[in-house]
């Protein structure tokens, strides 16, 4: 448990805290989402454990972040990554899961997989080994984002869910493509106060971590509560049945 307790933080230092309360908001969904899995019905069982497994997977990255933060005033960038190398995909999976009633295919996941893979590795090029070039790594990077807003808003994961015929998927669904336009464009925002970017005269270079965290909180924690509503509505529209 040691990594629990190392930080010792500066009470002035708004981005620790920032990385403090999002390991304890990552924590607590975790749990909720956990011990929630016992209230849906069987099918929606997996679409619960994933979206704890996702806020499980980045409240330990949290932990790791802040303590690295707390010794090293630097941006925790690997393992930032690390944490969106594994959670973005698993969001994806969380569209396949709740469209494959519907006809999703594995090949909807594998390109929206493949997608966000593409995102995070260019991202993760500009802000490390290329950060003096980070605005074109930025722009490639965008061209996955653009994918996965694309499948969503109008491509193939669209068409499902407007041939379902279900209203409360339908919602859901409409729901987290916001999330995806409006959610995950906090992202860039933050990545655009590296030094270069168009934002770097504009926001402290402090802000990127900040930035990153709301993005994860809201992205993390609200996308899961969607699944969440969803699920909790559909069981009980079977169970009036
Ligand atoms: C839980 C973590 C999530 C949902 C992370 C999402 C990350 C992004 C949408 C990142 C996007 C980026 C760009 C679109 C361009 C600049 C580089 C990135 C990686 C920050």
């Known amino acids: 448990m040691n990594f629990l307790l190392n930080a010792v933080m500066n009470p002035q230092d ?15 969904a975790t749990v909720f989402f956990f011990l929630e899995m016992g209230n849906v019905q ?14 499980f997977i980045a409240a330990v ?4 972040m802040r303590d690295y933060w707390a010794q090293n005033a630097e941006s925790p960038t690997f393992f930032r990554y690390v944490d969106w190398i594994l959670t973005v995909p698993l969001m994806c999976v969380e569209f396949y899961l709740i469209l494959k009633a519907f006809g999703a295919k594995m090949d909807l996941l594998w390109k929206m997989i493949a997608y966000s893979v593409w995102m995070l590795v260019f991202g993760y090029l500009g802000e490390t080994a290329f950060r003096d070039q980070s605005a ?3 722009a490639v990077s965008t061209l996955g984002y653009i994918g996965i807003f694309y499948e969503v808003w109008f491509g193939s994961a669209k068409k499902l869910s407007q041939g379902s015929n279900d209203p409360i998927l339908q919602k859901a669904f409409n729901t987290l493509a916001w999330f995806i336009f409006a959610g995950w464009a906090i992202y860039p925002i933050g990545y655009m106060t590296i030094d270069g970017g168009l934002l770097s005269g504009v926001l402290p270079g402090e802000s990127l971590d900040i930035i990153y965290n709301i993005g994860d909180a809201i992205n993390k ?13 559909s069981s009980s529209k079977v169970a009036e049945a």
């Open 42 to 55: 069987g099918k929606w069982k997996t679409s619960i454990l994933i979206s704890g497994l996702i806020c």
């Open 61 to 64: 990255h949290y932990f790791y």
């Open 136 to 138: 074109i790594w930025g």
């Open 14 to 28: 708004y981005v620790g805290f920032t990385f403090f309360i999002g390991s304890m908001a990552m924590l607590a």
């Open 221 to 233: 924690i609200g996308f899961g509560l969607v699944i969440y509503s969803l699920a909790v509505s």
